[in-house]
């Protein structure tokens, strides 16, 4: 387990983080402002345009609901060069499966050899009680190991991301990269679900002011919102309004029917006279 773990932390420090190439067959009735839509919506960089309407691209964000969401859209008739079944790039791109199975495989080895020396014979008389007792404790490592490994493997299949990962992000942060976990975590510790903080999106310098729940209706994680709204994001009459007509600005489909079944504004908000943030 140590070994596998190792290996993991050397693989983490040596793999770059990179983008993912991706292909979209995007369907006819597409237009090129929608089509830009779309690839800000889904982190897609660097797009040409290939055969008909497919067009690669470089995918800057790979997690499992941007991938998701990319293979769900009604815009989208085809994907190329990512797993449509897991959400996940291909395996050659996919740095959290290349780590985990980097580990397995390093992990299962040692402990087979681990294995194979607990039920040798001594090779010297010298060698304690207690030790030979250590070392045939340690040969029941294996299964232990394949086990964990095999549950890390399948936590970076899904893009899962534990609560008790250390990671250095505020809760709007969180919220507009669609990290339901991370947010889970930092609102039970006491985070304040209203607080707002600087964020920044795609295509733009500068960071923008924004409520964690407004982070994740521009962002589109309609996880999140449902998230922050049952952990006490205030929804007044006009919040309701203003993200009823940011879903709207953003495409956000998702969002805004959930927000029409959760927290309708109690009449049909007048966007043009509603002061949205930027986006």
């Known amino acids: 387990m140590a070994c596998g773990a190792a290996t993991a932390g050397i693989l983490a420090a040596i793999l770059p983080a990179r983008p993912a190439p991706i292909n979209i067959r995007?369907?006819?009735?597409?237009?090129?402002?929608?089509?830009?839509?779309?690839?800000?919506?889904?982190?897609?960089?660097?797009?040409?345009s290939t055969e008909g309407t497919t067009w690669s691209y470089q995918l800057t964000d790979p997690s499992f609901l941007n991938i998701r969401a990319i293979v769900r859209d009604p815009s989208v008739d085809d994907t190329a060069h990512i797993h449509r079944r897991f959400f996940?790039?291909?395996?050659?791109?996919?740095?959290?499966?290349?780590?985990?199975?980097?580990?397995?495989?390093?992990?299962?080895?040692?402990?087979?050899?681990?294995?194979?020396?607990?039920?040798?014979?001594?090779?010297?008389?010298?060698?304690?009680?207690?030790?030979?007792?250590?070392i045939r404790i340690l040969g029941t490592a294996p299964l232990l190991v394949l086990a964990v490994s095999g549950v890390v493997l399948l936590l970076a299949l899904v893009g899962y991301q534990p609560l008790w990962a250390s990671r250095e992000v505020t809760l709007v942060q969180a919220a507009q990269g669609g990290d339901s976990a991370t947010v889970f975590r930092l609102l039970s510790a006491g985070?304040?679900?209203?607080?707002?903080?600087?964020?920044?999106?795609?295509?733009?310098?500068?960071?923008?002011?924004?409520?964690?729940?407004?982070?994740?209706?521009?962002?589109?994680?309609?996880?999140?919102?449902?998230?922050?709204?049952?952990?006490?994001?205030?929804?007044?009459?006009?919040d309701r309004a203003r993200l009823a007509c940011l879903a709207d600005v953003v495409d956000a489909p998702e969002v805004a029917a959930y927000l029409k079944a959760a927290a309708p504004p109690a009449a049909p908000a007048n966007c043009s006279s509603i002061t949205l943030p930027a986006h």
């Open 191 to 238: 985070s304040d679900p209203n607080a707002a903080g600087p964020v920044l999106f795609d295509r733009r310098k500068d960071s923008v002011m924004l409520t964690p729940l407004e982070a994740a209706v521009e962002s589109r994680q309609v996880e999140v919102v449902q998230l922050l709204m049952k952990m006490g994001a205030r929804t007044t009459e006009p």
């Open 88 to 134: 996940r790039p291909e395996f050659a791109f996919d740095r959290d499966a290349r780590i985990a199975i980097g580990a397995l495989l390093v992990g299962g080895v040692a402990s087979l050899l681990l294995l194979v020396r607990s039920v040798a014979p001594a090779s010297s008389v010298a060698v304690q009680v207690h030790e030979r007792t250590l």
């Open 26 to 48: 995007w369907r006819p009735d597409v237009s090129a402002s929608q089509r830009a839509a779309l690839e800000q919506r889904f982190h897609l960089a660097d797009g040409g």
